[in-house]
């Protein structure tokens, strides 16, 4: 206790104590402050990850790291996904990244002022590009997040009190945003999520049905349901008008639609890809028109090849404080760094580098359009022939009855359930194909969609994917020559399909399974002796078959390709067919694949049921050679049977003992008497086994030629006295195959299992499989288990 404190505490025991009591706390605390420090320096390993642990990793084993997770493993198999293309422009975007990172370093006042400037830069440069004039931007990285601000900005234009008032204001006059039937799928679920509206806030217009394009608004279709919102009380907000829908790249009729908004007082907003030709020299009057509407929303960095670009809102609003609530604007300025990648990269680019980006991508789709308009059985859906960005195409064939392009709208002719097959065999033919495309040519960018009314259609949208894939002009021939190289193979498949589903339902054992979504020949299944047709769950017993099935018809080496998985509407295994040529014999293959799962069915049967034919033939022999040997025991005698007594009686009275041995037939599963093959020196067949089914057409193949296909077919490059000695060769062959068949069928039938029979010879001859039992001598010793 220090000196002030002694003077002040004049009991002596007073102070004694609390001085013992200040050194007893200083000891507490210095105990637990070293516990703390201990513990602090000391974590348990377990506690902290593996990457934290120690001093820290170097640069290389990050980076190293962080190509792995991007690459992935290289025991991993490669997936095929495209790759983006980073360029020199590329470079520049992602630098504007790290350069934002290190502005936001700076002192406050530079930090405004430099933000300031590369914000108002780029909203002027975007402005004039795309004939946008006094507009704003706001840049966002969520595509969807600008139509979402703009909405709050409608509302609270329109809705003075709805900062005071909220909710209740929106409760008396309920809002109402208007959006396209061909909008992007879930567009109206977010932006009611993001504003807090109830779903009953959207209106869905429909597109045209008998005018026009049926990728287009109704335009008097959606006055009148503005005209019956009004009366209902509601407030018509915002209507949002598409330049390039999603699916087909279709634009509304903008002026129409902006003068219809201009009527009411409802807020216009445009998106779409075509948004992209306002670069042009040369610009649609229905794109231009979206100059005057009210907000846009652009993707630069698609459509000029900038990875990690924001996206941008452009919009016309005189209020900054209407702004500011809203979101659009700020005054932070990480905010406003979001467009320094963008700012960098369209200085790199330029004006000409910009608008020659844009201009190939559009020369891209004419040049697939033009050349897809010279092959057949292709259909093309563009709205508009010369300026078109989008290119939406699909194979078809055409039916009796049916409309000879699409296949859609069935004529009275045409049974409904036929024209519903066909439309849900073009869908999968054409989904194979545009798979196959992708594949084949993947850097075209082409992607495969299912649209209500045409179905399932093949898209080229060069704006969004080129400038990233590096897309060129070889490219698109390519694609086109590949488009071409799988046209026989679809119309011929289309051609078979009847075929096969006649060829199966004619042969017993087969079953046919119309699955819509298969682009192959068809499904056929094979139904044993066990199947539950009724059922619908997994057979264990047909699936063995029909994996003992494929793997035949695979060795086979033919050129259809053959796969095992469920029936379309059942757990059942089925063998699905793929793709085929025009030389293939469908009979053929169907009775290969009847003849093949009955004799694997048959030999599954016969190798399951042996274990319990065999334990039984071998009890009742036991019993059989048992009742024999009590018989010999009466026939002959009990003195017979002494061994001394016995010979002297068979040297002077012998017995004629006859042989009754047993042979068991595998195949019949019975047993039978040996009495026949001593007797007659024959090996007797017993009971005549089923015969093994075998194809009644199948055809004689030449060398080389695969199944499966069509022998008589000649070739262009076969001479016609080739093609002549070739038909004689094999009228030929068809007469001695048939001299041989006729020769059989004279001579006694026998199952493939059973043994061969043998020739008859001179009666007392010895017989090979006799000789193994009897030797010279007639008869056979007794074994001792008969003694």
Not at 60 to 80: F, T
Not at 459 to 488: H, I, N, W, Y
Not at 672 to 677: F, G, K, L, N
């Amino acid at each position: 206790m220090d000196a002030s404190l002694e003077k002040k505490i004049a009991d002596p025991t007073l102070a004694e104590m609390g001085k013992n009591l200040k050194e007893a706390m200083k000891m507490l605390e210095d105990s637990q402050r070293r516990t703390e420090e201990e513990n602090g320096k000391k974590l348990p390993s377990g506690d902290i990850p593996g990457p934290l642990q120690g001093s820290g990793q170097d640069m290389v084993s990050i980076l190293q790291l962080v190509q792995n997770l991007m690459h992935g493993d290289e025991d991993e198999e490669p997936q095929s996904t495209r790759i983006q293309n980073i360029g020199e422009q590329g470079h520049i975007s992602l630098l504007g990244h790290s350069l934002g990172a290190y502005i936001s370093t700076l002192d406050k006042e530079k930090l405004r002022k430099l933000t300031t400037r590369i914000l108002s830069d780029t909203t002027l440069w975007l402005c004039r590009i795309f004939r946008y004039e006094n507009g704003c931007a706001y840049f966002h990285e969520e595509e969807r997040e600008g139509l979402a601000k703009i909405c709050r900005l409608a509302i609270h234009s329109r809705y003075e009190d709805f900062v005071v008032d909220g909710f209740n204001v929106l409760y008396n006059r309920k809002p109402v945003i208007y959006l396209s039937a061909a909008a992007r799928p879930g567009l109206g679920q977010y932006l009611c999520n993001q504003l807090g509206l109830p779903f009953p806030c959207l209106c869905r217009v429909p597109c045209n049905t008998v005018f026009g394009s049926q990728h287009q608004m109704d335009v008097a279709f959606l006055e009148k349901l503005i005209k019956d919102d009004i009366e209902r009380g509601k407030l018509p907000l915002l209507l949002v008008a598409n330049a390039g829908t999603a699916a087909v790249g279709h634009t509304d009729k903008i002026g129409r639609l902006k003068e219809l908004c201009e009527q009411y007082g409802i807020w216009l907003h445009v998106e779409g890809v075509n948004l992209a030709t306002l670069a042009l020299g040369y610009v649609s009057s229905s794109v231009l028109a979206a100059t005057k509407c009210d907000s846009m929303v652009l993707t630069p960095g698609p459509w000029l090849g900038l990875p990690a670009v924001p996206a941008v809102t452009l919009y016309k609003h005189d209020d900054p404080a209407l702004t500011l609530v809203s979101g659009l604007t700020s005054n932070k300025p990480a905010d406003k760094l979001r467009a320094l990648p963008l700012w960098l990269s369209l200085q790199y680019l330029g004006l000409d580098g910009i608008v020659e980006r844009i201009k190939h991508a559009c020369q891209l789709s004419q040049r697939l359009q033009e050349s897809l308009k010279k092959v057949n059985h292709i259909k093309i859906l563009v709205e508009d022939e010369l300026s078109s960005p989008v290119v939406v195409f699909r194979f078809f064939q055409e039916l009796p009855g049916s409309d000879p392009g699409l296949n859609a709208t069935p004529a009275p002719s045409a049974a409904p359930s036929a024209v519903g097959r066909e439309r849900h065999s073009c869908d999968a033919l054409n989904r194979w194909l545009g798979e196959q495309l992708k594949q084949l040519v993947p850097v075209s960018g082409l992607t495969v969609m299912d649209l209500e009314v045409e179905g399932t259609c093949m898209r080229f949208s060069p704006l969004m994917t080129a400038a990233v894939l590096g897309t060129r002009g070889e490219d698109v021939d390519q694609l086109v020559a590949c488009v071409q190289s799988k046209l026989p193979v679809l119309t011929c498949t289309l051609q078979l399909r009847e075929e096969f589903k006649q060829e199966v339902m004619a042969t017993a054992g087969l079953l046919y399974v119309d699955d819509p979504n298969w682009p192959g020949i068809g499904v056929v299944r094979y139904e044993h002796a066990n199947d539950d047709k009724s059922s619908l769950k997994l057979d264990p017993e047909g699936e063995k078959i029909h994996a003992g099935l494929l793997k035949k018809l695979n060795e086979l080496e033919s050129d259809l390709t053959f796969k095992m998985g469920p029936e379309y509407k059942s757990m059942k295994s089925c063998i699905y067919i793929g793709m085929a040529s025009d030389d293939i014999d469908v009979s053929e293959l169907v009775e290969t694949i009847a003849v093949t799962a009955r004799e694997i069915e048959e030999n599954s049967r016969l190798l399951e049921n042996m274990t319990e034919v065999v334990r039984k033939g071998i009890q009742e022999a036991q019993v059989q050679l048992q009742k024999a040997n009590e018989e010999r025991l009466l026939e002959e005698g009990v003195l017979r049977q002494i061994p001394v007594v016995g010979s002297v009686l068979n040297w002077f009275s012998p017995v004629q003992a006859s042989q009754k041995g047993r042979t068991f037939n595998l195949t019949a599963g019975s047993l039978e008497s040996t009495e026949h093959t001593y007797v007659y020196k024959v090996q007797g067949s017993g009971v005549t086994p089923p015969q093994t089914p075998t194809g009644t057409r199948t055809k004689q193949r030449l060398p080389g030629q695969k199944p499966f296909r069509r022998s008589l077919r000649g070739s262009d490059a076969i001479s016609e006295t080739s093609s002549v000695s070739h038909i004689e060769d094999l009228e030929k062959m068809e007469q001695l195959s048939g001299g041989q068949e006729a020769s059989e069928a004279n001579s006694p039938k026998r199952h493939p299992g059973a043994p061969a029979p043998l020739e008859a010879e001179p009666p007392g001859a010895p017989q090979d499989g006799a000789q193994g039992l009897q030797g010279d001598h007639p008869q056979v010793e007794e074994p001792e288990s008969l003694r």
